[in-house]
T-cell receptor, first 113, second 115 residues
Framework: DGGITQSPKYLFRKEGQNVTLSCEQNLNHDAMYWYRQDPGQGLRLIYYSQIVNDFQKGDIAEGYSVSREKKESFPLTVTSAQKNPTAFYLC????????????FGPGTRLTVT | AQKVTQAQTEISVVEKEDVTLDCVYETRDTTYYLFWYKQPPSGELVFLIRRNSFDEQNEISGRYSWNFQKSTSSFNFTITASQVVDSAVYFCALSEMNRDDKIIFGKGTRLHILP
């Protein structure tokens, strides 16, 4: 079955630790995205990638880093510099960026204490 | 300024009632796309529809229908004969041809269908 997988579903970390969220897709999509969702805030774009080995900052990139070494994979690292890391993180992919619909993974709920 | 406005934060209706979710957008582009997504309690966003700016025909898919009106910059979503499984957060979104290859999401409308 084609789709997007994110792991784990729930993640707990202590403050000051970096943590990496996994996102894998087997849809052969060129573009991939990371969003953050807070209650009542909608979706905010963290980073996106249009092609392998290339990525751009979204609206709230500070405190986050990404890599795109393979077409299928777009991991997100939440660094200790991110002031409020507790949130629901959603990964998405699309055929190309912009005008095409995005398909989403199930999300990772990160709690930092 | 907000590009996609979903003024209804939360709506509750009784099962079998019809309900319309409003979406107003703002753009200067002549070429753009509009989307609706559903986020059930599980959290994963589900793509519902994409509509381009040159196609103002209404769309119907089962109990779902969409009304696109460029004159009022609106792209409203109606669920007919609502069911409890329709309970979710619904997001409207906009993608503009000449803007950074991003989709801009509204803040969502939380829909409760009461049995």
């Amino acid at each position: 079955d084609g789709g997007i997988t994110q792991s784990p579903k729930y993640l707990f970390r202590k403050e000051g630790q970096n943590v990496t969220l996994s996102c894998e897709q087997n849809l052969n999509h060129d573009a991939m995205y990371w969003y953050r969702q807070d209650p009542g805030q909608g979706l905010r774009l963290i980073y996106y990638s249009q092609i392998v080995n290339d990525f751009q900052k979204g609206d709230i990139a500070e405190g986050y880093s990404v890599s795109r070494e393979k077409k299928e994979s777009f991991p997100l690292t939440v660094t200790s510099a991110q002031k409020n890391p507790t949130a629901f993180y959603l990964c998405a992919s699309s055929t190309k960026t912009g005008l095409y619909e995005q398909y989403f993974g199930p999300g990772t709920r990160l709690t930092v204490t | 300024a907000q590009k996609v406005t979903q003024a209804q934060t939360e709506i509750s209706v009784v099962e079998k009632e019809d309900v319309t979710l409003d979406c107003v957008y703002e753009t200067r582009d002549t070429t753009y796309y509009l989307f609706w997504y559903k986020q059930p309690p599980s959290g994963e966003l589900v793509f519902l529809i994409r509509r381009n700016s040159f196609d103002e025909q209404n769309e119907i898919s089962g109990r779902y229908s969409w009304n696109f009106q460029k004159s009022t910059s609106s792209f409203n979503f109606t669920i007919t004969a609502s069911q409890v499984v329709d309970s979710a957060v619904y997001f409207c979104a906009l993608s503009e041809m000449n803007r950074d290859d991003k989709i801009i999401f509204g803040k969502g409308t939380r829909l409760h269908i009461l049995p």
